[in-house]
């Protein structure tokens, strides 16, 4: 079946550095991918809609600056969170889109100390 | 806003059959209901999908009333590895799925 492989799936930075997650397709190619924040007891928040060779389109309230999406290939997609903050601690998760439905990746709980 | 609504939490014996509802009055013609679960610090896992006509995989099957404006998610034989928290979702016109609050729902030994 479809697998999406989310890298690394914890990672803890200092206030003010960059942190890059990784979001790969494994056995079949992801023209859209999605980037999903998740607070601890809440729902996911879609932020954006990744999209290969063009750019990605943001949710309302979400800083294209500071969560950036780059999305080269077909089989991957990455979100980097610039000077992070205590706030941006949170579990982020990436799918990918396919005829027959979406694949989530495992999560990245990345907290910023 | 999620155009779902399912109750908070629920509880259910282990070995019985688990019975998740959800509404979605609002639900258009070509719109999929599709359900996933998430256990905790995980990312969610796709359960099952349908459009009107009840579904049946490995996993679990999905009853949709006619009018389609509800679903139920029944597992049949509910094990402790199936506690987590169930989304039932209707994705939007632009094909991204909205989440609502889901079911947290708690198998008991």
């Known amino acids: 079946g479809a697998v999406v492989s989310q890298h690394p799936s914890r990672v803890i930075c200092k206030s003010g550095t960059s942190v890059k997650i990784e979001c790969r397709s494994l056995?079949?190619?992801?023209?859209?991918m999605f980037w999903y924040r998740q607070f601890p007891k809440q729902s996911l928040m879609l932020m954006a809609t990744s999209n290969e060779g063009s750019k990605a389109t943001y949710e309302q309230g979400v800083e294209k600056d500071k969560f950036l999406i780059n999305h080269a290939s077909l089989t991957l997609s990455t979100l980097t969170v610039t000077s992070a903050h205590p706030e941006d601690s949170s579990f982020y998760i990436c799918?990918?889109?396919?005829?027959?439905?979406?694949?989530f990746g495992s999560g990245t709980r990345l907290t910023v100390v | 806003d999620a155009k779902t609504t399912q109750p908070t939490s629920m509880d259910c014996a282990e070995g019985r059959a688990a019975n998740l509802p959800c509404n979605h009055s609002?639900?258009?013609?070509?719109?999929?209901v599709y359900w996933y679960r998430q256990i905790h610090s995980q990312g969610p896992q796709y359960i099952i999908h349908?459009?009107?006509?009840?579904e049946t995989n490995e996993m679990a099957s999905l009853i949709i009333t006619e009018d389609r404006k509800s679903s139920t998610l029944i597992l049949p034989h509910a094990t402790l590895r199936d506690t987590a928290v169930y989304y039932c979702i209707v994705m939007d016109s632009n094909y991204q799925l909205i989440w609502g609050a889901g079911t947290k729902l708690i198998i008991k030994p």
């Open positions: 609002t639900i258009s013609g070509n719109e999929y």
């Open positions: 056995d079949f190619q992801a023209t859209t």
């Open positions: 799918s990918a889109s396919r005829v027959s439905g979406y694949t």
């Open positions: 349908g459009l009107k006509n009840n």
